[in-house]
C-alpha cells in the first residue's frame, strides 16, 4: 500500500452512496490531502456539531440537490468513536452507510495516546518508516523515540555535541517545524543525561521557537564580541542561561545565519568597531547604516523569495511559511525609495499570485475543516480558544481584529511594537481569511467560528457579530456574562474606552474591533507605501501597545489576527450591470444567481468566477484578477476583496510578557 489514505479512499468509490456517516475521532478525513481526493471524487465533507447548524446546511444545500435529481456524495463527520453514530439523527441513520476509521487501524503496533498528538501532515513519513521498518508492539516512549527518529530525523544519541544540538534545533526551528509536547519532553530527557548539556536551557529552547531565536540573539554579540577581541560586546546581561559562546561560524550552523537576520527572525547588533567585509556572512548581523542594511536585506530577500515560490500541490502550511517571508521583503520595499526594488516586487507578485490563485481554486475547499487546534482558517482561530478555555475554566482570552491589517503591514507594526516595548514576545503566525476577503464575510466568520454557510441572513453587514460572538460563546459553555465584544476601537486612552464593556475580574472571552488600518485604506490615495506610512504614524500614537499591555496586565491570554488583508490595485472599468449585484466592491461583486454572474463574466473577462465554497446559497462572487480592480480605468486604489496573497493570508499573533 503506497499511502494510509489508500485504506480510507478504498471505501469512497462515486456514485456508491450519497450519504456516508464518518466516525472519525482522529480527524483523518479532513486531512488536506485526502479531503482533496474526496472532493475530486465528488464527495463533500460536512461536520456534525451543532444539529440546528448541521440541518439547516443539509436541507438548503444537499437535499435540494438531490430532490432535483442530481448527485453529490455526502460524508457526515462526527468526531467521536463509531459507537457514537448512533447519536444522529434517525433520518440520517437510516439513509447513509455507517464507516469509522481512526490511527490505531492505521498504526496496530505504535501506542495510540501518542499518535493523537501527532499532525495529520506528518502521517505520511510515519506510514513510510512502519511499512520500512515492521516494528514490534511498542509502548508510549518506544514511540515517541520512533517518530523523532523516523518522521522529524531526531536521534538523542547522535547529538553528543553543542554543533549537533544547534543544528537539530536550528533545522526544526527554522523550517517551523513543532515538534508535539510528549515529543519535545521526550528529547529533552534524553538529553538531560548527557553531562555536555546541562548547563543549556533545554525546557524552553526545544519545545519554543521564540525562546530558541531569543537565546540565539543574546549569543549572537558575544560571538562578535570574541572575535573582535571587543569587551563592551562580550558585556550583555543574559535571561537564558547556557554557554556563553555558541559555535556560529561552524559551517553546520553559519549556514542558516545570514537568513536568520534577513528573514527578521535575529535582529542585527551595533558593530562597535568590528571589521567585517562586506561578503562575509556575518555582515547581515550587523548594523552598518540604515540604507545600506535594507538594500543588503532587500537583496537577500529577493534571492530567497524568487528561489521558493510554492507550487500548485503545496500545502496550505507552506504558503503560510511563504506569506511571511513575502511580508518582510514588501514591508521593506514599500518603506524604502528604491523604484527599481518597487517594479521587481510587483513582477514577482504578479507571477507569485497567479500560482495562488490557481492553487486556492483547487485546495481552498481543503482547509475548511480542518482540525482548529493549529488554525488554518479565521473561523478556526475561537475554536482554538474555546478548547483552551474548557480545559482551564480559569483562563481568559481577549482577540483583537485589526480590521484590513494585511501582513507586510504587521511587520511595520511590529517593530514599533518592539521599540515601545522590548520585553513583549510576539508569537507569530498566519491564517487564511474567507474568501471573497470582504469585512461582512470574513469578520463575521472569526466572531461567529463558522463558515459564511451559516450565517446568510447577515452576510452583506456586520451588525450581528456582537451576536454571534456571544452566541459562539455560549454555545461553548460560558455565561453571557462572561462574554463582552466591542467595536470602533483605535485611538483615545484605554482604560477608559474599555470600561463599560469589560471586567477584568468576570469577563473570560473578549473580542475587540480596531478599525483605524481599515479607515486609513478607505482613505488612501498614496498607494501601499502611503499605506505603511500612516499605519506606522498610528502605531506610534501608542493606542495598540497600550490595549495590549492593558489586557496582559489584566491575565488575559492576548491575540491579534486580522479579517483580510488589501493590495494596491489598477483600475480596469466598472462593469455595467444595473442593479443585479448585490454587493459592489472594488475587488469583487457579488451576485444572487450563477447565471447574473456568467453574464457580467463574458462582459467582463478580467474577472474570475469565484465557486461559492463554504457560502450560502445565491452567494455567487465575480473576483476581479491579479492587481485589477473595477473602477475607472487607471485610478490606483488600495482594495481588498480578491484572492492574492496579501488578501487573503492575513496575521495571527500571540504576545506574552518577557523574562
Given at each position: 500500500?503506497?499511502?494510509?489514505?489508500?485504506?480510507?479512499?478504498?471505501?469512497?468509490?462515486?456514485?456508491?452512496?450519497?450519504?456516508?456517516?464518518?466516525?472519525?475521532?482522529?480527524?483523518?478525513?479532513?486531512?488536506?490531502?485526502?479531503?482533496?481526493?474526496?472532493?475530486?471524487?465528488?464527495?463533500?465533507?460536512?461536520?456534525?456539531?451543532?444539529?440546528?447548524?448541521?440541518?439547516?446546511?443539509?436541507?438548503?444545500?444537499?437535499?435540494?440537490?438531490?430532490?432535483?435529481?442530481?448527485?453529490?456524495?455526502?460524508?457526515?463527520?462526527?468526531?467521536?468513536?463509531?459507537?457514537?453514530?448512533?447519536?444522529?439523527?434517525?433520518?440520517?441513520?437510516?439513509?447513509?452507510?455507517?464507516?469509522?476509521?481512526?490511527?490505531?487501524?492505521?498504526?496496530?503496533?505504535?501506542?495510540?495516546?501518542?499518535?493523537?498528538?501527532?499532525?495529520?501532515?506528518?502521517?505520511?513519513?510515519?506510514?513510510?518508516?512502519?511499512?520500512?521498518?515492521?516494528?514490534?508492539?511498542?509502548?508510549?516512549?518506544?514511540?515517541?523515540?520512533?517518530?523523532?527518529?523516523?518522521?522529524?530525523?531526531?536521534?538523542?544519541?547522535?547529538?553528543?555535541?553543542?554543533?549537533?544540538?544547534?543544528?537539530?534545533?536550528?533545522?526544526?526551528?527554522?523550517?517551523?517545524?513543532?515538534?508535539?509536547?510528549?515529543?519535545?519532553?521526550?528529547?529533552?530527557?534524553?538529553?538531560?543525561?548527557?553531562?555536555?548539556?546541562?548547563?543549556?536551557?533545554?525546557?524552553?529552547?526545544?519545545?519554543?521557537?521564540?525562546?530558541?531565536?531569543?537565546?540565539?540573539?543574546?549569543?549572537?554579540?558575544?560571538?562578535l564580541g570574541r572575535i573582535s577581541d571587543n569587551s563592551q560586546l562580550r558585556e550583555i546581561p543574559m535571561k537564558y542561561r547556557g554557554p556563553d559562546f555558541l559555535p556560529f561560524d561552524h559551517h553546520d550552523i553559519r549556514v542558516y545565519i545570514d537568513n536568520l537576520f534577513v528573514e527578521g527572525k535575529l535582529h542585527p547588533v551595533q558593530k562597535l568597531g568590528v571589521s567585517i567585509d562586506v561578503s562575509s556572512w556575518i555582515r547581515s548581523g550587523i548594523v552598518d547604516s540604515g540604507a545600506a542594511d535594507d538594500t543588503l536585506r532587500i537583496s537577500r530577500l529577493f534571492e530567497i523569495i524568487e528561489k521558493e515560490i510554492?507550487?500548485?500541490?503545496?500545502?496550505?502550511?507552506?504558503?503560510?511559511?511563504?506569506?511571511?517571508?513575502?511580508?518582510?521583503?514588501?514591508?521593506?520595499?514599500?518603506?524604502?525609495?528604491?523604484?527599481?526594488?518597487?517594479?521587481?516586487?510587483?513582477?514577482?507578485?504578479?507571477?507569485?499570485?497567479?500560482?495562488?490563485?490557481?492553487?486556492?481554486?483547487?485546495?481552498?475547499?481543503?482547509?475548511?475543516?480542518?482540525?482548529?487546534?493549529?488554525?488554518?482558517?479565521?473561523?478556526?482561530?475561537?475554536?482554538?480558544?474555546?478548547?483552551?478555555?474548557?480545559?482551564?475554566?480559569?483562563?481568559?482570552?481577549?482577540?483583537?481584529?485589526?480590521?484590513?491589517?494585511?501582513?507586510?503591514?504587521?511587520?511595520s507594526v511590529r517593530e514599533i511594537l518592539r521599540v515601545q516595548n522590548s520585553s513583549l514576545i510576539m508569537r507569530e503566525s498566519a491564517v487564511f481569511a474567507w474568501i471573497p476577503t470582504l469585512t461582512s464575510v470574513s469578520r463575521q466568520a472569526i466572531f461567529s467560528g463558522k463558515p459564511p454557510l451559516y450565517f446568510p441572513a447577515s452576510i452583506q453587514s456586520t451588525k450581528s457579530e456582537s451576536n454571534l460572538w456571544k452566541q459562539f460563546w455560549e454555545d461553548a459553555g460560558l455565561s453571557r456574562l462572561d462574554i463582552a465584544y466591542q467595536r470602533g476601537l483605535g485611538d483615545g486612552d484605554v482604560s477608559s474606552t474599555l470600561e463599560a464593556t469589560v471586567h477584568p475580574g468576570k469577563t473570560r472571552a473578549l473580542g475587540l474591533v480596531v478599525d483605524k488600518v481599515d479607515k486609513i485604506m478607505h482613505g488612501m490615495q498614496l498607494g501601499a507605501a502611503g499605506m505603511h506610512n500612516q499605519i506606522k504614524q498610528w502605531c506610534q500614537g501608542g493606542f495598540l501597545n497600550s490595549l495590549i499591555d492593558y489586557l496582559l496586565l489584566h491575565g488575559y491570554e492576548v491575540w491579534l489576527t486580522s479579517d483580510h488583508g488589501n493590495i494596491e490595485c489598477q483600475g480596469k472599468g466598472r462593469p455595467s450591470e444595473g442593479v443585479i449585484a448585490e454587493t459592489r466592491g472594488e475587488r469583487v461583486r457579488v451576485y444572487p444567481t450563477h447565471e447574473l454572474r456568467t453574464k457580467v463574466a463574458r462582459e467582463f473577462p478580467l474577472a474570475s468566477q469565484w465557486q461559492p465554497i463554504g457560502l450560502p446559497q445565491g452567494y455567487f462572487p465575480l473576483i476581479a484578477s491579479g492587481r485589477d480592480a473595477f473602477v475607472t480605468p487607471g485610478t490606483a486604489i488600495v482594495g481588498h476583496g480578491g484572492v492574492s496573497i496579501e488578501e487573503v493570508i492575513v496575521p495571527l499573533i500571540k504576545f506574552e510578557r518577557g523574562l
Amino acid at each position: 500500500m503506497k499511502s494510509w489514505r489508500e485504506s480510507i479512499l478504498n471505501d469512497f468509490v462515486p456514485n456508491v452512496s450519497r450519504l456516508t456517516l464518518v466516525a472519525d475521532p482522529d480527524s483523518l478525513l479532513t486531512e488536506e490531502i485526502l479531503a482533496l481526493e474526496l472532493r475530486r471524487r465528488g464527495f463533500e465533507l460536512i461536520e456534525f456539531n451543532d444539529p440546528v447548524e448541521f440541518r439547516y446546511a443539509y436541507e438548503s444545500k444537499y437535499r435540494a440537490i438531490w430532490d432535483r435529481g442530481e448527485h453529490t456524495g455526502l460524508v457526515v463527520i462526527l468526531r467521536l468513536q463509531d459507537t457514537e453514530l448512533e447519536s444522529l439523527p434517525y433520518d440520517l441513520l437510516q439513509a447513509g452507510r455507517k464507516l469509522s476509521f481512526n490511527l490505531g487501524n492505521l498504526f496496530p503496533n505504535l501506542s495510540y495516546p501518542v499518535l493523537e498528538q501527532l499532525d495529520r501532515s506528518f502521517l505520511d513519513a510515519l506510514f513510510e518508516a512502519q511499512h520500512t521498518f515492521s516494528p514490534d508492539r511498542m509502548g508510549d516512549n518506544a514511540t515517541r523515540d520512533f517518530i523523532l527518529r523516523h518522521v522529524f530525523r531526531v536521534a538523542a544519541e547522535l547529538i553528543v555535541s553543542d554543533v549537533d544540538l544547534l543544528r537539530v534545533l536550528l533545522r526544526l526551528h527554522y523550517s517551523k517545524i513543532a515538534l508535539p509536547e510528549i515529543l519535545a519532553l521526550r528529547l529533552v530527557q534524553q538529553l538531560r543525561g548527557q553531562a555536555g548539556f546541562h548547563e543549556w536551557p533545554l525546557d524552553v529552547i526545544v519545545s519554543d521557537e521564540e525562546a530558541f531565536f531569543a537565546f540565539l540573539q543574546e549569543r549572537w554579540p558575544l560571538f562578535l564580541g570574541r572575535i573582535s577581541d571587543n569587551s563592551q560586546l562580550r558585556e550583555i546581561p543574559m535571561k537564558y542561561r547556557g554557554p556563553d559562546f555558541l559555535p556560529f561560524d561552524h559551517h553546520d550552523i553559519r549556514v542558516y545565519i545570514d537568513n536568520l537576520f534577513v528573514e527578521g527572525k535575529l535582529h542585527p547588533v551595533q558593530k562597535l568597531g568590528v571589521s567585517i567585509d562586506v561578503s562575509s556572512w556575518i555582515r547581515s548581523g550587523i548594523v552598518d547604516s540604515g540604507a545600506a542594511d535594507d538594500t543588503l536585506r532587500i537583496s537577500r530577500l529577493f534571492e530567497i523569495i524568487e528561489k521558493e515560490i510554492p507550487d500548485e500541490v503545496c500545502r496550505y502550511s507552506d504558503w503560510i511559511t511563504y506569506a511571511l517571508k513575502w511580508a518582510e521583503l514588501t514591508a521593506l520595499v514599500h518603506c524604502s525609495a528604491n523604484e527599481e526594488s518597487k517594479t521587481r516586487l510587483l513582477q514577482i507578485g504578479d507571477t507569485l499570485n497567479a500560482v495562488f490563485a490557481q492553487w486556492l481554486s483547487t485546495h481552498y475547499s481543503s482547509i475548511i475543516n480542518l482540525p482548529p487546534k493549529n488554525p488554518a482558517m479565521l473561523h478556526h482561530v475561537p475554536r482554538a480558544f474555546a478548547r483552551e478555555l474548557d480545559d482551564d475554566k480559569k483562563r481568559r482570552v481577549a482577540l483583537l481584529v485589526v480590521d484590513g491589517l494585511s501582513l507586510d503591514q504587521w511587520v511595520s507594526v511590529r517593530e514599533i511594537l518592539r521599540v515601545q516595548n522590548s520585553s513583549l514576545i510576539m508569537r507569530e503566525s498566519a491564517v487564511f481569511a474567507w474568501i471573497p476577503t470582504l469585512t461582512s464575510v470574513s469578520r463575521q466568520a472569526i466572531f461567529s467560528g463558522k463558515p459564511p454557510l451559516y450565517f446568510p441572513a447577515s452576510i452583506q453587514s456586520t451588525k450581528s457579530e456582537s451576536n454571534l460572538w456571544k452566541q459562539f460563546w455560549e454555545d461553548a459553555g460560558l455565561s453571557r456574562l462572561d462574554i463582552a465584544y466591542q467595536r470602533g476601537l483605535g485611538d483615545g486612552d484605554v482604560s477608559s474606552t474599555l470600561e463599560a464593556t469589560v471586567h477584568p475580574g468576570k469577563t473570560r472571552a473578549l473580542g475587540l474591533v480596531v478599525d483605524k488600518v481599515d479607515k486609513i485604506m478607505h482613505g488612501m490615495q498614496l498607494g501601499a507605501a502611503g499605506m505603511h506610512n500612516q499605519i506606522k504614524q498610528w502605531c506610534q500614537g501608542g493606542f495598540l501597545n497600550s490595549l495590549i499591555d492593558y489586557l496582559l496586565l489584566h491575565g488575559y491570554e492576548v491575540w491579534l489576527t486580522s479579517d483580510h488583508g488589501n493590495i494596491e490595485c489598477q483600475g480596469k472599468g466598472r462593469p455595467s450591470e444595473g442593479v443585479i449585484a448585490e454587493t459592489r466592491g472594488e475587488r469583487v461583486r457579488v451576485y444572487p444567481t450563477h447565471e447574473l454572474r456568467t453574464k457580467v463574466a463574458r462582459e467582463f473577462p478580467l474577472a474570475s468566477q469565484w465557486q461559492p465554497i463554504g457560502l450560502p446559497q445565491g452567494y455567487f462572487p465575480l473576483i476581479a484578477s491579479g492587481r485589477d480592480a473595477f473602477v475607472t480605468p487607471g485610478t490606483a486604489i488600495v482594495g481588498h476583496g480578491g484572492v492574492s496573497i496579501e488578501e487573503v493570508i492575513v496575521p495571527l499573533i500571540k504576545f506574552e510578557r518577557g523574562l
